[in-house]
């Protein structure tokens, strides 16, 4: 059997646990953006050969290019209920992963206002956090992750419930540890793909891009104590920063990087509102 998966991400993490559940079969995984490209430029026509005579096309956009294999899409795993500061700001580099531009609302916001680095850093703090919603959006970004997948099939309400019970099963907004991914993925293939699962062993690879913390008081809840402190990258030796250190450095490259609006920050109104 051959089997393609096209997803973002997750790509890895659902490649590798396929390959163990079926270590005879052909499986091989690609990038969406990567595989918009090849179909676009024809530039590698091996892989478009293998995509349209795979048996399995897992994919979170499987209507790129028509297939006669058997189609199973997993949507993509984005969930704001832990990190609801987090953001992506095309054109301005992180200053947590070079190949990344995920920030800060309350920074962007702060820096947009003219307010300095000592001010921008006095906002991390719960009574904030409070007015700008951040404590009350993680029920409604539950229901809206549930819908979504159950839109495409995938029921996870009842694996939310497990996941909750490890306490912080994110790194990043869209980026699930890997025991949520491998989850996720166990549950789409469910009926179409036959499968016993003892003992797999997937590596973890989002764990070595930009883990974002729980900020105090959001994850009270699920037993997060939360904290103040991003870790870099692995391509930034795992770096770990203070609040104070996380917005010099923003601050910094929100200078020297692209001119950016308020209209590029989401709920800007909101966070501007309540610092």
């Known amino acids: 059997m051959r089997a393609l998966i096209v997803s973002n ?20 995984g690609v990038n969406i953006n990567l595989a918009q490209q090849w179909f676009e430029s024809s530039e590698k026509p ?31 795993f984005f969930f704001r209920g832990l990190h609801p500061d987090s953001f992506h700001l095309s054109g301005t580099p992180s200053v947590l992963d070079p190949g990344g531009n995920l920030q800060s609302r309350i920074s962007a916001v702060a820096y947009l206002l003219g307010k300095s680095e000592e001010e921008t850093a006095s906002y ?7 007015r700008a919603g951040y404590l009350d959006v993680y029920q409604s970004e539950k229901m809206r992750t549930i819908k979504v997948f159950a839109d495409n099939d995938i ?3 009842d694996l939310f419930e497990k996941w909750e019970r490890s306490g912080n099963f994110l790194h990043q907004y869209n980026h699930p540890k890997v025991h949520v991914l491998v989850d996720v993925f166990l549950r789409a293939i469910n009926e179409a793909i036959p499968h016993s699962h003892p003992g797999l062993t997937v590596r973890d690879e989002l764990a070595d891009s930009t883990i974002w913390p729980v900020y105090p008081g959001i994850g009270r809840n699920l037993g997060i104590e939360g904290n103040l402190e991003w870790r870099r990258s692995v391509s930034f030796n795992f770096e770990r920063l203070s609040v104070s250190e996380f917005v010099s450095r923003s601050f910094a490259q929100f200078r020297t990087g692209p001119r950016f609006e308020k209209t590029s920050v989401p709920g800007f109104e909101i966070v501007a509102d309540n610092l």
Request: aromatic share 12%.
């Open 9 to 28: 991400c997750a790509t890895s993490a659902y490649t590798e646990t396929l390959r163990q559940l079926h270590p005879q079969w052909d499986v091989r």
């Open 155 to 157: 029921r996870v309400d």
């Open 124 to 130: 991390f703090n719960e009574a904030v956090f409070k």
């Open 46 to 76: 091996e892989f478009i050969a293998f995509h349209d005579n795979a048996d399995f096309l897992i994919s979170i956009a499987p209507e790129i290019r028509r297939t006669d294999a058997k189609v199973i899409k997993i949507p993509g």
